[in-house]
């Protein structure tokens, strides 16, 4: 159990493009759910914070207007790059609680995105 | 906000040798602590986890020490095998739910 997935694992896009990250809870209803960035030999760094039916919370430093997330369900939360730029590309993952435990977070597999 | 370090930032140890790994935080309200395993490219796994009203708690070759005064715990992987090779992250959630991430440790296990 507690199993959450992400699409599309990579993606390579094209400068000023925008790029959509979906992330789902399979088998349990997330209450909340988190999305990190995570640059090579770096650690995960939250980006922001996201709960069924409101507004993300993001983390000092992260641009909302550039990083849009949608949390319309309790399996589901999209990320968006708008206007992607070469410095954008990064490995992103999302993790979601609700599952068991608390404070337990479950992480998606990431999604590898490539910003040419 | 809650800041976490850890170190070191990489070790090499040889094989059936011990590993620790030290993290400390600075938010005293934080009260879960996890350890997460990253291979390269992939998901962090949990492989163990702390709360704040337990000092110690161990699974198999690996344990984790906490201790709240000093705001520091530790893992410890006894008998380490060339498996257990990859990068290792400390965290800390204060109340909030969040985690807040140490900045990593690369573990080598040589054969």
């Known amino acids: 159990g507690a199993v959450v997935s992400q699409h599309p694992s990579w993606v390579i896009c094209k400068s000023g493009t925008s790029v959509k990250i979906e992330c789902r809870s399979l088998d349990f209803q997330a209450t909340t759910m988190f999305w990190y960035r995570q640059f090579p030999k770096q650690s995960l760094m939250l980006m922001a914070t996201?709960?069924?039916?409101?507004?993300?919370?993001?983390e000092q430093g992260v641009e909302k207007d550039k990083f849009l997330i949608n949390h319309a369900s309790l399996t589901l939360s999209t990320l968006t790059v708008t206007s992607a730029h070469p410095e954008d590309s990064s490995f992103y993952i999302c993790?979601?609680?609700?599952?068991?435990?608390?404070?337990?977070?479950?992480f998606g597999p990431g999604t590898r995105l490539t910003v040419l | 906000g809650e800041n976490v370090e850890q170190h070191p930032s990489t070790l090499s140890v040889q094989e059936g040798d011990s590993a620790v790994i030290k993290c400390t935080y600075s938010d005293s309200a934080s009260n879960y602590f996890p350890w997460y395993k990253q291979e390269l490219g992939k998901r962090p796994q949990l492989i163990i986890d702390?709360?704040?009203?337990?000092g110690e708690k161990k699974d198999q070759r690996i344990a984790v020490t906490l201790n709240k005064t000093a705001k520091h715990f530790s893992l410890h992987i006894t008998e380490t095998q060339p498996e257990d090779s990859a990068v290792y992250f400390c965290a800390a959630s204060p109340n909030t739910d969040k985690l807040i991430f140490g900045t990593g440790t690369r573990l080598q296990v040589f054969p």
């Open positions: 702390i709360r704040s009203n337990v």
């Open positions: 996201s709960n069924e039916g409101s507004k993300a919370t993001y």
């Open positions: 993790s979601a609680t609700g599952g068991r435990g608390y404070n337990e977070q479950f």
